[in-house]
């Protein structure tokens, strides 16, 4: 009995101490499972296959940092960055001095990556198909509505080209994709400027229209839709192994989409002070390309969020960089990233 007694007591003390230990030891834990922050955005699918990328590879470098972003268009990244139902929003269309007016806690464009917009077609049987600056916005304005149209086929000579419609694909949603290409339509024809014009959700007097929602949306139109034409980020065309025009440029060549040739168009833009610019008709290069934004607040309900985003953005505009040429976005100039990262840090609070 004595010898039980005398057992039982180091068993007690050791589970005891055991118990207080592992209390401890959460006790401990708790601050650094506090520190993880989520970080929610949503907006352009121009930029999503690059931020899906960048939400995997930044969690290799801050695990307590989890980003997750929805491709909902630029139309909605831009509402609801007015809402404030995100911590930050992204668009291809910057967002003009009226909705950022609307942001009562400050919005901060910053940009984070560039890319080609490309005009996608199915045509089997038709390889490397061009288009001038006037056969282009004639096709996208309604002026012409068949594949052996003579403007088409003049800048195509001896391409067997159908005698069928010309069926369009555009987008269902407000897009910053939709925003870029027709900004550079309304940049090289008056016709199309004043029957379509520029904007994320233009009223398409077309026949035959087909919309997709998002990019991956009229992707799989055109990729299923024989005699159809369309517009996607480059990134989606080449995914799907879709069929890209050479657009004619303003110097007169004929240039296919490309990392390479995305550069040169985007090679002499500059920024101004709020980084917002709009590339209408590029010099050189692939001419139609835009740039993509996020937008975070000046102002967030909590420090911690604050820095989470933060941390977000300057590893975005450092780390990330690296993973634009990749997935065939231009990166955005060194120069302008300190920039940027300048006014993030200090006036993000």
């Known amino acids: ?81 007015i809402a404030g139902t995100v911590d930050f929003g992204a668009s291809d269309a910057a967002m003009t ?73 555009v987008r269902a949603d407000g897009s910053g994709t939709t925003f870029i290409f027709t900004n550079h339509l309304s940049s090289i024809n008056g016709y199309f400027k004043g029957r379509i014009g520029t904007g994320t959700a233009p009223k398409w007097t077309l026949p035959n229209v087909l919309k997709g929602k998002g990019n991956p949306g009229v992707a799989a139109l055109v990729s299923r839709t024989p005699g159809s034409i369309g517009y996607v980020e480059y990134s989606y065309a080449v995914q799907n192994k879709l069929k890209s025009a050479l657009l004619q440029n303003k110097s007169g060549q004929f240039v296919a989409p490309s990392l390479q040739t995305a550069n040169a168009a985007l090679s002499s833009v500059s920024f101004p002070d709020n980084y917002r610019i709009f590339v209408g008709d590029p010099s050189q290069g692939y001419p139609i390309v835009g740039l993509t934004w996020m937008m975070v607040y000046k102002k967030y309900p909590t420090p911690a969020k604050a820095d989470a985003v933060k941390k977000w953005i300057n590893w975005v505009l450092n780390d990330g960089q690296q993973f634009n040429d990749d997935l065939n976005y231009t990166r955005i100039p060194s120069a302008v990233t300190n920039r940027v990262l300048q006014t993030v840090n200090s006036t993000v609070k």
Do not use: C, H
């Open 97 to 169: 001095d009226a909705e950022m007016a609307k942001v009562k806690n400050g919005v901060i464009l910053v940009p984070t990556a560039g890319g080609a917009v490309s005009v996608v077609y199915n045509l089997p049987g038709v390889n490397n198909l061009k288009l001038s600056r006037t056969t282009l916005p004639g096709i996208f304005s309604g002026q012409i509505t068949n594949w052996n149209d003579p403007k088409i086929k003049a800048d195509n000579p001896g391409v067997n080209l159908p005698n069928q419609p010309i069926k369009f694909a």
């Open 1 to 81: 009995m004595n010898f039980s007694s005398t057992t039982l007591l180091p068993r007690a003390f050791t589970t005891s101490a055991l118990t207080t230990a592992a209390v401890l030891g959460s006790l401990l834990a708790a601050p650094v499972q506090a520190q993880a922050q989520t970080i929610s955005g949503a907006g352009a699918t121009f930029p999503a296959p690059l931020y899906e990328r960048y939400a995997r590879e930044v969690r290799k470098k801050f695990p307590d940092l989890k980003v997750n972003y929805q491709s909902i268009g630029s139309g909605g990244g831009i509402r609801q960055t």
